[in-house]
T-cell receptor, first 110, second 115 residues
Framework: GNSVTQMEGPVTLSEEAFLTINCTYTATGYPSLFWYVQYPGEGLQLLLKATKADDKGSNKGFEATYRKETTSFHLEKGSVQVSDSAVYFCAQGGSEKLVFGKGMKLTVNP | DTAVSQTPKYLVTQMGNDKSIKCEQNLGHDTMYWYKQDSKKFLKIMFSYNNKELIINETVPNRFSPKSPDKAHLNLHINSLELGDSAVYFC??????????????FGPGTRLLVL
């Protein structure tokens, strides 16, 4: 069945460090891919998404590119801030439901 | 003007009790969902309703019963609460049911603790 595998962390970085969170998926067909972010004490919110191969999603300095050949959707940010501390979820859109990865907790220290 | 709201935000109760969580969305969406997030942050879908009809019913104990009185509301009733039900429950909504492309909008969560 469809699944998502992502780095689980937790990860601690210093402010202005480079961030990569790996995400790979298995699916029949070509799902849409998403990154959701959950800030402390809040619900999830969409960070970015891509709906077809080679699409790049971007938001708030974060980027991810839909790579069909490697079935990946890695999240990157060139310079993280303290306010980026959150849990990050990779997800794929199947025919009826989203399938989420296990989430990765990121802490950014000043 | 909260998009997806849930009540209560916190719920502490004894094992064996029955409790309900309510969810409302003012986005005009057709589809609503309930998710359970465990202590390790793992998120699992429980139910989905499209226009008041159940379309996703994952492997969930039948002590959990969702109810959608209209497409803006989706409530979750839990009978005979067990320790393992302690988790954060999130409601979400999307414009349409197709998970392939639809962005889901999440509520703030209900933190349930069963003692």
């Amino acid at each position: 069945g469809n699944s998502v595998t992502q780095m689980e962390g937790p990860v601690t970085l210093s402010e202005e460090a480079f961030l990569t969170i790996n995400c790979t998926y298995t699916a029949t067909g070509y799902p849409s891919l998403f990154w959701y972010v959950q800030y402390p004490g809040e619900g999830l919110q969409l960070l970015l998404k891509a709906t077809k191969a080679d699409d790049k999603g971007s938001n708030k300095g974060f980027e991810a590119t839909y790579r069909k050949e490697t079935t990946s959707f890695h999240l990157e940010k060139g310079s993280v801030q303290v306010s980026d501390s959150a849990v990050y979820f990779c997800a794929q859109g199947g025919s009826e439901k989203l399938v989420f990865g296990k989430g990765m907790k990121l802490t950014v220290n000043p | 003007d909260t998009a997806v709201s849930q009540t209560p935000k916190y719920l502490v109760t004894q094992m064996g009790n029955d409790k309900s969580i309510k969810c409302e969305q003012n986005l005009g969406h057709d589809t609503m969902y309930w998710y359970k997030q465990d202590s390790k942050k793992f998120l699992k879908i429980m139910f989905s309703y499209n226009n008041k009809e159940l379309i996703i019913n994952e492997t969930v104990p039948n002590r959990f019963s969702p109810k959608s009185p209209d497409k803006a509301h989706l409530n979750l009733h839990i009978n005979s609460l067990e320790l393992g039900d302690s988790a954060v429950y999130f409601c979400a909504s999307s414009l349409r049911p197709e998970g392939r492309q639809e962005t889901q909008y999440f509520g703030p969560g209900t933190r349930l603790l069963v003692l």
